[in-house]
């Protein structure tokens, strides 16, 4: 049986991240003190102090997937568990966890399902090839509700950034409802999530 230790008592977490941030800010600071000493090796320094922001950054993600997650469904580490494994394995994902908006009427319905969440499960619904791989996971409480769903697309342009039908699908749902929307792409396996209109990317907490 899966593990569901991920939706626990965040209180731990934060405090870290506190503290960790506290400490970033510490070293910047004597990194900006140091600049003018001829021995600083700044641009080793830079590097370390990138490490722990990045490091410090996931810890983030983690903490607040889990703190939008917890209320509304107890099997956050299988979606996360489903979400590293697609990722790894390059399978083009879209997967929704309803909150507290009705998204019926949002949505094009695809297939019921009404099947208990697993790993398996997901990853086999999104192996290419397969009848419901196209379209989006309707995922509400614990229960797979649907899958192949269609979202409404975002009307926004981005500068610089191509986005994939999947991600345009995703921030489009997350315009119009609180629903947090995982996204894994085809291309590259990257993991992002969109919320309340913007998209983010992040490495799945382990």
Do not use: W
């Amino acid at each position: 049986m899966e593990s569901e230790e991920q939706c626990r008592d965040l209180t731990p977490q934060m405090h870290e991240i506190k503290t960790r941030l506290v400490s970033i800010s510490k070293d910047i600071h004597t990194l900006i003190a140091s600049l003018d000493q001829e021995d600083i090796d700044i641009l080793k320094d830079l590097k370390a102090l990138s490490k722990n922001v990045t490091d410090m950054a996931n810890m983030a993600s983690s903490y607040h997937l889990n703190r939008l997650l917890a209320p509304y469904t107890h099997k956050c580490n299988i979606i996360f568990n489903a979400v590293r494994q697609l990722s790894s394995k390059r399978k083009g994902a879209l997967i929704v966890i309803q909150r507290q908006d009705p998204i019926e009427d949002l949505i094009t319905k695809g297939i019921p399902l009404s099947a208990e969440i697993s790993s398996l499960l997901l990853d086999s619904i999104f192996h290419v090839g397969t009848p419901l791989h196209d379209g989006a996971v309707l995922i509400q409480n614990d229960i797979i509700f649907s899958a192949a769903n269609i979202l409404p697309l975002t009307r926004k342009t981005y500068k610089h950034v191509k986005l994939g039908t999947r991600h345009r699908a995703a921030i489009g749902l997350s315009e119009k409802s609180d629903a947090l929307i995982f996204v894994v792409s085809e291309e590259t396996g990257k993991e992002s999530f969109a919320y309340h209109g913007s998209i983010y990317t992040f490495q799945v907490p382990t």
